[in-house]
Every structure is written in C-alpha cells, then in structure tokens.
C-alpha cells in the first residue's frame, strides 16, 4: 500500500513532504515516489542525520535541530496529512496536526490509510471518546478514512475542513 501511494502521489504531480527516513514504510514511499518520477521532500532533525538514517537519494532534504522544528515544518509544507500504519511516532505525529486542526492552526484535511484494518481498533476508540462526549463528532467526521490509497487520494483532493468550534456549547453538555 505504502509503494502503491508512492506511486499515485507521482503520478498525481503531489510531492511528498515526509520525515526524510530510508527505512520501514516511509522509506518505501519515498522510494515509490522518486521511481516513478515524483518529488520526495525529507524533514529530518540533525540528530538522525548524525545516525545516518537519512534517505540519499530525494529530491530534496531540510534538516532542522528538533523534532518539534520537524513536525513544524512538514505542517507547513504541507497541504494534507496521511497516516500510514506505524507505531507511535505515528500516532504522536498525527494526533498533533489533528488537534492544530481542531484548534483552528490550520484548515488541511487529515487522513488514515487503513491498510489491512490497521486503524479498525482506534477508529472504534474514537467513536468510543465521542460517545462520551470528548470529542465533538464534528470533529471526528473531518477524519478521512479509506483502505485503499486511490480513493483515499480522491476523498482528500475534494475535502474542504472547515473551522468548527473546539468546545462543546453549554447548551450540549
């Protein structure tokens, strides 16, 4: 799925703005990207250059000195967010665009590929957190879901987040 993505991305003219790894799956999707022509643009903290993880052969690399100035910087060069399955960098790296989402920093949609039904158990987590009314579902329905990387490419092309209120009016509570 993840060299499948890399693939469309190129093929879509989308560059890809991501951690600037070589290794696990973003690796793959950034080799996908660049076989196929596309532009892969890595974010990568000094102290993981120094360790030598850095992928060498993208289209361009910006290192910056935390991961904090990272995630930063991906945010703002990006246009949309997707999560692929991972562990839980993921999960931190997007719970925090997420939640700027839901703050008002930014109005880009956000996104899960649910590869294999890989995200199936935090989806119904989610629904549980709305349920109990901490988390708006607004809020929650602005989460793009797909299992299949096209489609899910289609559903963010055409997605327009829009600012909802962060907190729950007095009246709902």
């Not at 692929?84 to 999960?91: D, S, Y």
């Not at 899960?112 to 890989?118: M, P, R, T």
């Amino acid at each position: 799925a993840a060299r499948q993505l890399g693939a469309l991305l190129a093929e879509r003219d989308i560059d890809l703005i991501y951690g600037g790894g070589s290794v696990g799956l973003m690796g793959e999707l950034a080799d996908s990207v660049l076989a196929k022509g596309g532009r892969a643009i890595g974010v990568i903290p000094q102290f993981l250059l120094d360790k030598e993880v850095e992928h060498v052969g993208l289209t361009q690399l910006k290192v910056v000195n935390t991961m904090h100035e990272r995630k930063a910087l991906m945010a703002e060069l990006s246009d949309a967010f997707v999560a692929l399955p991972g562990g839980i960098g993921t999960f931190e790296e997007f719970f925090e665009v997420w939640t700027w989402g839901q703050l008002g920093l930014h109005a880009k949609p956000y996104a899960l590929l649910n590869v294999a039904n890989f995200f199936d158990p935090l989806l119904t987590f989610l629904d549980h957190v709305v349920a109990e009314k901490l988390l708006r579902s607004e809020h929650r329905q602005l989460l793009l879901v797909e299992s299949k990387p096209a489609k899910l490419l289609d559903r963010i092309s055409t997605a327009r987040p829009t600012q909802l209120p962060k907190w729950i009016d007095d009246e709902q509570t």
